[in-house]
T-cell receptor
């Protein structure tokens, strides 16, 4: 799977740490997404970027800070997280715009554990 | 607003038996519908999608789904499952007129294929 890559695959951090998750898509898409997947819950959309501009923020706490420097890269900066933030964080990308709708392609995710 | 309900959280089935995973959605506008599969420790992979046209959609790995507008359902079926089909399956809906790509996911159904 080389379409959407995520690093690191696993991350353990303390509540006072600062870390970043990285996502890269090699599909030439113009939209990228961050999702949170917690046990026994539906996937939660966190952020959407279209053409590097943030178009959606689903009431995500400010301790999560996204960054999209270009249409191929997406970061999620983490600071002062809580144990309930432990989850699988999934990145996705798609080609969107106008009447042309496309499928979202997902990365393998980063499994985050906050101690 | 759209919502997605997957009626079964777990579906145990014996190998080579048929299976149906149920999905119902609610929306007042036209929608696109998707089924994704997530194998252990991996991201989501698209199984199939309905955008328009024939209501019977065929996907990868022998899966198919039927869009039923009157019943607002998009059930996933496979006539004969394999051990390797053991995974989490997610139904998702996207507003047909949207160009932001926002997907709404169901809670997921765990398919457990037994030998």
């Amino acid at each position: 799977e080389t379409g959407v890559t995520q690093t690191p695959r696993h991350l353990v951090m303390g509540m006072t740490n600062k870390k970043s998750l990285k996502c890269e898509q090699h599909l030439g898409h113009n939209a990228m997404y961050w999702y949170k997947q917690s046990a026994k819950k539906p996937l939660e959309l966190m952020f959407v970027y279209n053409f590097k501009e943030q178009t959606e923020n689903n009431s995500v706490p400010s301790r999560f800070s996204p960054e999209c420097p270009n249409s191929s890269h997406l970061f999620l900066h983490l600071h002062t997280l809580q144990p309930e933030d432990s989850a699988l964080y999934l990145c996705a990308s798609s080609q969107d715009g106008g009447e042309y709708q496309e499928t979202q392609y997902f990365g393998p995710g980063t499994r985050l554990l906050v101690l | 607003a759209q919502s997605v309900t997957q009626l079964d959280s777990q579906v145990p089935v014996f190998e080579e038996a048929p299976v149906e995973l149920r999905c119902n959605y609610s929306s007042s506008v036209s929608v696109y519908l998707f089924w994704y599969v997530q194998y252990p420790n991996q991201g989501l992979q698209l199984l199939l999608k309905y955008l328009s046209g024939s209501t019977l959609v065929k996907g990868i790995n022998g899966f198919e789904a039927e869009f039923n507008k009157s019943q607002t359902s998009f059930h996933l079926r496979k006539p004969s499952v394999h051990i390797s089909d053991t995974a989490e399956y997610f139904c998702a809906v996207r507003r047909g007129s949207s160009n932001t790509g926002k997907l709404i996911f169901g809670q997921g159904t765990t398919l457990q294929v037994k030998p």
